[in-house]
Every structure is written in C-alpha cells, then in structure tokens.
C-alpha cells in the first residue's frame, strides 16, 4: 500500500500548457511538502503546508501554486509552463517527532516541457 | 557556493568494498543530519539520521556527524550491488521546523 502517491509518473506538455500534479498520503501525517528536483539531483523545496495550512513558500514563481484541500492531500498547479520548469517533481510527507521530521517522499512525477 | 556540498560522483566500488560518502555543509545552525538513498526513478528514503555531533550505527552503515569542521560522513561496510544508488545528504536546523536542505547528492555503484 503506497504511503505517499503522487500522479502523474510521466508528463510531456507543451509550453503555455497549464498542468496540476496529484499528491496524496495514507501516513496520517500532518506536513506535506513538494521538492523539484533538477538535472543535477539537487532537491529544493518549494512548498510546505501543514493541516491545510502554507507554512513554507520558498521563492517560486507565482505560475505555482499549490493546493491543500486536506490534510492528506496536497496538489501543485502550474500555469504557463515553461522550457526551464523541466524536471522530477516531489511530493513529501513528514510527522514531527522530538523535533526532527523525517520525510516520506512519492516516487515523483518527470515533467518535460517541449 | 551551496549551503551543503557534496561530491556528485560517480564513485564505482568493487562489491565487499567499504564505502566513504561526505557532505560538508557551511550553515552551523543546522542540528539535524540525515542520509537518503535515492535509486533510479523512485523517490528519496531516509536511510539514518543524528542529532548533533556524534556516530550513529545501523547495520553495515554508520554516520558520522563533525560539527566542529562541519563534515558528516556515511560509510557503507561490505558493500553490495543493491547500494548502488544516489546518496544525498540533508540537513534541518532546530528551530527551522520541517525545511531540509540537501545536497547534490552522490551516485554510487557496486560491481559485482
């Protein structure tokens, strides 16, 4: 049972496309986050929420804009896409314990923007 | 210059082999320290972490965190060909909440 499923793997659009990625977890966690993840594996995150709420929103263009209509699920919309949002797209889901958060990260959606 | 740095590899290994992976990281707020291994096409999973300086032991894998030269370590012993992943390191300050910030990450392979 997938703890953390994120759809699409696969995404091949064309620019100016707007396209969401699906997010869900069966952890029960409270905190989900998304990660992009470029050609040179470096993971950055992007954005944060817990129980509904955005918490973290690092410096992403406004075309990103993530959704959170539960706690257990957290969507990302991209509007215009562009050549340079080419890239693995990571959803995570972390619960605090004695202040460390250890991640449960999907298997990530690949999206190629042409 | 990058908040944790980490050699991208490849690093190519005979199977048996022990292993060597290091970070360095320049942020000396961060408290938490961690090692995810990433295989093709999947996502990161967290393999260990520690809190602070010290070594931490978890089968044929140890990490190693130097606070005071900013250096952490993971070392695989008799190594195998099912490690051959990504290694990357991330780091969390205390007071920072959930935000990790990771390195590059490693890719390493074990010949059989």
């Known amino acids: 049972d997938t703890a953390v499923s994120q759809t699409p793997k696969y995404l091949v659009t064309q620019m100016g496309n707007d396209k969401s990625i699906k997010c869900e977890q069966n952890?029960?966690?409270?905190?989900m986050y998304w990660y992009k993840q470029d050609s040179k594996k470096f993971l950055k995150i992007m954005f944060s929420y817990n129980n509904k709420e955005l918490i973290i929103n690092e410096t992403v263009p406004n075309r990103f804009s993530p959704k959170s209509p539960d706690k257990a699920h957290l969507n990302l919309h991209i509007n215009s896409l562009e050549l340079g949002d080419s890239a693995v797209y990571f959803c995570?889901?972390?619960?605090?314990?004695?202040?460390?958060?250890?991640?449960?990260f999907g298997s990530g959606t690949r999206l190629t923007v042409v | 210059q990058k908040e944790v740095e980490q050699d991208p590899g490849p690093l190519s290994v005979p199977e048996g082999a022990i292993v060597s992976l290091n970070c360095t990281y320049s942020?000396?707020?961060?408290?938490?320290f961690m090692w995810y291994r990433q295989y093709s096409r999947k996502g990161p999973e967290l393999l260990m972490y520690?809190?602070?300086?010290g070594n931490k032991e978890d089968g044929r894998f140890t990490a190693q965190v130097d606070k005071s030269s900013k250096y952490i370590s993971l070392f695989i012993r008799d190594s195998q060909p099912s490690d051959s992943a990504t290694y990357l390191c991330?780091?969390?300050?205390?007071?920072?909440?959930?935000?990790?910030?990771f390195g590059g990450g490693t890719r390493l392979m074990v010949k059989p």
């Open positions: 520690t809190y602070s300086s």
């Open positions: 942020n000396s707020a961060f408290q938490y």
């Open positions: 952890l029960g966690h409270d905190t």
């Open positions: 991330a780091m969390s300050e205390f007071n920072a909440g959930n935000m990790l910030t």
């Open positions: 995570a889901s972390s619960q605090e314990d004695r202040g460390f958060y250890g991640y449960t």
